[in-house]
């Protein structure tokens, strides 16, 4: 009896360990530094996707296909309307050429969904003058088919 126990407490201590250290590695792949590289990676593209719609006339249904990568439905739904709102009443519109993310507190953070919230630090240039303006921001990130999609994106300030 002395045996067959001795032998499940060394097993529960085994899938324990194990267990932790999976805990350990999930934890240290989502962490801020990954979530502020994905974001600014899906941001850059879905800037000159927007840029390229804008200043060099890119057909909607290009840029629906390659917001298609980066975005979930839902802001992928507003965005073709945005930018179909532009090509309909064409104005001057700032040029954003870059953008920081500066901090990030997380809401939500698991194997399928990251949302958090962020400042955001965009370069902007104008026909008088270049500007940095910083905006705080509600994101979310949703895992679909092994990559992360920007599922929301809402400015707080």
Same mark, same amino acid.
């Given at each position: *009896?002395? %045996?067959?126990? @001795?032998? *499940?407490? /060394?097993?529960?201590?085994?899938?324990?360990?194990?267990?932790?250290?999976?805990?350990?590695?999930?934890?240290? *792949?989502?962490?801020?530094? +990954?979530?502020?590289?994905? @974001?600014?990676?899906?941001?850059? #593209?879905?800037?000159?996707?927007?840029?390229?719609?804008?200043? &060099?006339?890119?057909?909607?249904?290009?840029?629906?296909?390659?917001?298609?990568r980066i975005e979930g439905d /839902?802001?992928?739904? !507003? !965005?073709?309307?945005?930018?179909?709102?532009?090509?309909?009443?064409? @104005? !001057?519109? &700032?040029? /954003?050429?870059?953008?920081?993310? $500066?901090?990030v507190s997380f809401v939500d953070n698991n194997l399928e969904k990251?949302?958090?919230? @962020?400042?955001?630090?965009?370069?902007?240039? #104008? =026909?008088?003058?270049?500007?940095?303006?910083? /905006?705080? =921001?509600?994101?979310?990130?949703?895992?679909? !088919?092994? %990559? +992360? $999609?920007?599922?929301?994106? %809402?400015?707080?300030?």
């Amino acid at each position: *009896m002395k %045996k067959i126990l @001795t032998i *499940m407490v /060394v097993l529960m201590i085994i899938i324990l360990f194990f267990g932790v250290g999976q805990a350990q590695i999930y934890n240290n *792949m989502i962490n801020e530094d +990954f979530v502020i590289r994905t @974001t600014r990676t899906i941001l850059v #593209s879905r800037m000159d996707i927007i840029n390229s719609c804008i200043y &060099e006339g890119l057909d909607l249904d290009i840029a629906k296909q390659k917001l298609k990568r980066i975005e979930g439905d /839902v802001l992928l739904k !507003d !965005d073709l309307e945005y930018l179909t709102y532009l090509k309909e009443n064409p @104005t !001057d519109f &700032e040029y /954003v050429y870059d953008l920081r993310i $500066l901090n990030v507190s997380f809401v939500d953070n698991n194997l399928e969904k990251i949302s958090f919230i @962020t400042e955001i630090e965009w370069d902007i240039k #104008s =026909y008088e003058n270049e500007l940095t303006e910083v /905006v705080k =921001y509600e994101i979310e990130l949703l895992k679909v !088919d092994n %990559k +992360f $999609l920007l599922t929301k994106f %809402k400015p707080l300030s």
